[in-house]
Each structure stands twice: as C-alpha cells, then as structure tokens.
C-alpha cells in the first residue's frame, strides 16, 4: 500500500516515530512536511529524529504560519511522482491546505481522509464552511483525534465513517522511567520539581499555575518548558508573586530531549483553560510524562479528564486553590505519587504507544483502499 502523509506536525522529531511504526506495519510511505513551522509558539525546525523505513521529504509552504490558509505550492508534483493510493491530509477539514490537498490527490487517483482534533461546534464563514462541505463529500474516511471531535462531525453533517484516534501517541522505549537528571545545586536537588511543557500560552493557565505554586508550603521549584506570547508577562507575574527565584522558564526543547526533562520532574501540571473558541484538544505532554513515571495532574477542560482518568489528578479548571491543594498533596505524600506514576505508566502502554496509534492509522488506510 502506497501511503502519502502531509503533516506540518511532523516537523517535530518525536512525533515521526509514528511513520516508523506505520511503515514497519509494511506501508510504503513518504511523509510530506514543510522546512519549518511558525506558530504562536514561536519557530520549529523540521528535525529528522526518527527516519527509519520511509522517506521524510520538506516541501515549500507558503503562508507559513497562517493556520487555516497555508498550503504547499508542489504538492501536485510531488504526487504525481510518488502516485500514491492513499493520501492522509494531517490537518483540519476547513483548512486551505486540506481542500488543495485533498483535490491533488482526487487528480491522481488516491483515496483522501482527513484528521481532525476540533471539539467545539463552530460555524466557520465562506470560504472555510465551502472548504469544509467539499472535503467533508470528498472523503469517505476521517480521524477524529477525541470523542467531541466526532461528535462535531456529525453534528456539520459528515457522512463518512469516523475513526476517533489521537494524532500521535509515545515510544514507551524511549519515554520511560529513569533516573532524574540533576539540577544545578544540591539545592535545586532536594526541592520538589514541578514542571509544565508546550506553549507559554493564554489559554494553558499558566498564571494559575503560578498563583498556585505561589501558596505552596515547602521547596519546591517549577520549570516551565516552552515559549510563546506570554513569556513575557509570566515573568513578570512570577516576579510579582514573589516566587522569580524559583521558576525557570522561557526555554523551548528540542523534542529529542524532552525524556529527560519529564525524568528530572516530581510532577507534572497542565492547568488548561477553556476559551470561546478552544478548549484542550487531548494534552499530549500529559501521556509524555506519564509514560515516563511522572505523575500528573491536569484541569478539567476538554480531553483532559480523559486523557488522565484514575491514573492521574484532575482539579476543576480556573480553580487556583484546588490546584494548589492537589500539589500540596502530592508533594506531600511520596506513596501517592507512586501510585499514579505506576498507572500512569500502565495506562499508556494500554492505549498510548506509537506502535498501537500505528497500527490503528494503517487499519484506517485498509479501509479506504477497500472502498469502506
């Protein structure tokens, strides 16, 4: 089976463990990306971590940055040479990259399918809803990355058989428990270390995490992973709160180094918020850390709760006492936080593992070829 992939994630280099995976399961596969991704985040190279067993090409894009109108200029090309029988559009149905990308492969023959991680039911205006009903009667096949995504499909009227599956998922290999790395004093050592990773963003509550951790008894220190727009005025809130010399942040790792940040963690936090036009989509660094023993404790939006479940903390979102409180606990009681980081640990190698995501997405490719 000749599968292309088209994926501005795939930039990350972690992520591309899945099309190792997929092509393992004896898929011939190209994965299309563009050279780099801007985002609000800020610039990701395209790495190449993990290339085994299929062809990773960068593509050009333009409009790099721009959500809903980027699109790659060659990609009819780039088909026409590779001629493929199916091609997986990474991206959201509304998307001009998605409806070009979705033609390019009607023009050479393939069987196109989209994925999809929006989970709030919005009306898009012309000509995103044309992008989106073309797409929706052009594909026979979509992934929904959660429930509430499929729910949404249905509700906007699409027809097709609906997969709900995450968009990637972890290397239990090499997210794995392990020795904590040591900080840079023994002070630093002895403290209880809390950490966030992924975008320093309005909507990822950072600033209650900082309130929070701002009231907690004890050492402790907290790092948060990451950059984007709120650098700035996190900053300037951890100065305010009196707390500046125990937060790092403003560091944005390479994804090949993000084991061993989760290991040197006692706790991971993902204190999302809900806003009118998003909520958390899934938390991939949630499974990242749980994968490598770190306990977690997450807020109430979207996925989240059931992403965690009981392997895991859940505190209502928006709340900076019940944050707080469920912080204190863990960094208070050694023996809770084992429990979790051991059925955190399980509950990916249940659902979580690239291999099981793989396998999954190949059995979606089996049913487009087969005309389901």
Not at 148 to 159: H, I
Not at 207 to 229: I, V
Not at 245 to 264: A, K, W
Not at 330 to 358: C, F, H, K, P, W
Request: with cysteine; net charge positive.
């Amino acid at each position: 089976m000749r599968v292309v992939m088209i994926s501005k994630a795939l930039v990350v280099g972690a992520y591309q463990r899945k099309a190792e995976e997929i092509a393992r399961l004896g898929v011939d596969l190209t994965v299309l990306t563009p050279r780099r991704w801007r985002d609000r985040r800020g610039t990701q190279e395209a790495e190449r971590l993990h290339t085994d067993g299929y062809e990773l090409r960068t593509i050009p894009v333009l409009f790099n940055g721009a959500y809903h109108l980027h699109f790659y200029p060659t990609l009819v090309k780039a088909l026409r040479e590779l001629r493929p029988e199916v091609v997986h559009v990474d991206e959201e149905p509304y998307n001009l990259a998605t409806i070009l990308g979705v033609r390019a492969a009607r023009a050479v023959g393939a069987k196109p399918l989209f994925f999809t991680w929006q989970n709030l039911m919005r009306r898009y205006p012309p000509p995103f809803n044309w992008f989106e009903r073309i797409v929706y009667r052009a594909c026979a096949v979509a992934i929904a990355g959660n429930a509430e995504a499929r729910d949404v499909l249905v509700r906007k009227g699409y027809a097709g058989e609906i997969t709900v599956l995450p968009q990637f998922g972890v290397d239990p290999d090499i997210f794995r428990p392990g020795a904590a790395k040591k900080g840079e004093s023994a002070e630093k050592d002895d403290a209880f270390h809390i950490g966030y990773a992924g975008g320093l963003l309005p909507e990822k509550g950072l600033d209650l995490l900082l309130r929070a951790c701002s009231g907690l008894e004890g050492d402790w220190r907290l790092t948060l992973a990451g950059s984007g727009e709120e650098l700035d005025a996190l900053r300037a809130l951890a100065s305010s709160c009196g707390i500046g010399d125990r937060v790092s942040l403003g560091v944005r790792l390479p994804s090949g180094e993000m084991p061993d940040f989760y290991r040197s963690l006692d706790l991971l936090a993902l204190p999302s918020r809900t806003r009118p036009n998003w909520k958390e989509q899934f938390g991939r660094v949630l499974i990242e850390a749980m994968a490598c023993g770190v306990p977690v404790v997450g807020s109430s939006s979207g996925e989240i709760p059931n992403v965690i479940a009981d392997a895991g903390a859940v505190f209502p979102e928006g709340d900076i006492c019940a944050l707080r409180a469920q912080m204190q606990r863990l960094m208070e009681d050694r023996a809770a936080r084992n429990r979790l980081a051991a059925a955190g640990r399980q509950r990916v190698l249940a659902r979580y593992t690239m291999a099981e995501i793989a396998r999954r997405t190949v059995a979606v490719y089996s049913a487009v070829t087969n005309g389901h």
